[in-house]
């Protein structure tokens, strides 16, 4: 019974498919945040700190240009109003390709109005946008004794403005590795197993 109702969920809608992008050999990808662009080509960021544009990715042969690198642990990207935001672990930045070439032309700070200490743990995730155009980013608790001191805003996660003012809207979370908004307006995210926090789960914020 189950297998045929399955059989019967999966002619009516497929859901989503597996692909492989294809990696050259001389690039090194972590990828700590993805997103679809407006032109059919997909960004990814990573963990080194690096954003690549990934044109044709499901053919044979993808092309790859590095759009940027230097970024503070992007682990999150978003295509909004012509800029691609990424939270970095000490903010909230903005950037854009003026001419066209898959680089980088600008980068601006939106919000760094929350603190690190320098704990390898404090990631921070995001963004994702609201109806009321403000973008959401969850920060991570630091891991074990926190010998470099507290930081203010860990395990919040918090709305910015589009002016760039910040808020905390809930605390409590843990490793908060994942964050998004269903198409009713509620805001989600997913924490992660360890310490006090007993289980990974999905939460409401």
């Known amino acids: 019974m189950i297998f045929s109702l399955l059989a019967v969920m999966i002619a009516i809608d497929p859901g ?17 945040g ?17 954003s690549w544009v990934i044109e044709q990715a499901f053919s044979e042969e993808p092309v790859y240009t590095l759009y940027t690198d230097g970024l503070h642990e992007p682990l999150g990207l978003l295509e909004h109003e012509d800029w691609i935001y990424t939270v970095q672990r000490g903010e909230l930045s903005r950037m854009r390709d003026v001419d066209g070439d898959n680089r980088i032309d600008e980068i601006e700070t939106v919000c760094d109005d929350w603190e690190i200490s320098g704990n390898y743990h404090e990631y921070a995730f995001g963004p994702r946008i609201d109806a009321e155009g403000n973008f959401w980013v969850t920060l991570n608790k630091p891991f074990g004794n926190e010998p470099f001191g507290k930081a203010h805003w860990r395990g919040w996660a918090v709305r910015i403005s589009p002016d760039g003012t910040m808020e905390g809207a809930c605390s409590g979370l843990r490793s908060s590795a994942g964050i ?3 198409p009713g307006g509620d805001v989600f995210y997913t924490d992660n197993q360890g310490e006090w926090c007993g289980a990974s789960k999905m939460a409401h914020l």
């Open 16 to 32: 989503w498919t597996v692909g492989t992008v294809v990696q050259p050999d001389d690039v090194v990808l972590e990828v700590g």
């Open 34 to 50: 993805m997103a679809s662009l407006g032109d059919g080509s997909i960004m990814v960021c990573t963990r080194r700190g690096e």
């Open 180 to 182: 998004e908004i269903s």
